[in-house]
């Protein structure tokens, strides 16, 4: 009954705004599986970070952590991780930007299951990677994690928050949210 009133909400929305409305009801399931936030977190001794307890759940069954593409590190869920081999699969390996690819995510990747605290170790030579200290920046992205140094973080920050360069960054990108693409 929910669902059904939550499509006429979303009618009432469509035929009363320029956007549309979307229900809680509707956004929840889809909020269900994605990594929100950002979150400062410190390594203890063993070289271990404290994952988020909105994120938890997701990676209960474990995870994946490799290097990201900017001196930072990127988890993904197992399953996610499975369908970026399957996606590795297609690509051609006589292509040396395939394999270059491949290398960076493959060859950095660990498997990881939070304890029962909710921490995943990460190897040092990630942490190395990463320029990873004992503070670090647990940020969601959506489908994945990454995680940041704080200078890196900062840079980050420093970047997105440049409306000019925003701007020219993404005035290609179709990011409406009435579904039809206008």
């Given at each position: 009954m929910c669902y059904k009133r939550g499509i006429l909400w979303v009618k009432v929305g469509q035929s009363g705004t320029p956007g549309a409305f979307l229900p809680a009801v509707l956004l929840k399931p889809l909020l269900e599986h994605m990594f929100l936030g950002e979150y400062q977190h410190s390594f203890d001794e063993k070289s271990r970070i404290t994952i988020p307890a909105k994120f938890r759940d997701e990676l209960a069954k474990g995870c994946v952590v490799t290097r990201g593409f900017e001196k930072n590190l990127n988890i993904y869920t197992s399953e996610d991780f499975g369908n970026l081999i399957k996606k590795a699969q297609t690509m051609s390996p006589t292509d040396p930007e395939t394999r270059a690819l491949q290398r960076l995510i493959f060859s950095g990747a660990s498997e990881a299951v939070p304890d029962r605290n909710g921490r995943i170790l990460i190897p040092p030579f990630l942490r190395a990677y990463g320029d990873?200290?004992?503070?670090?920046?647990?940020?969601?992205?959506?489908?994945?994690?990454e995680i940041w140094s704080k200078v890196g973080w900062d840079e980050q920050l420093k970047n997105m928050n440049d409306p000019e360069a925003n701007s020219r960054r993404f005035?290609?990108?179709?990011?409406?949210?009435?579904?039809?693409g206008s």
């Open positions: 990873l200290d004992s503070e670090a920046y647990v940020i969601g992205v959506g489908q994945y994690i005035a290609a990108l179709n990011l409406a949210t009435n579904g039809n």
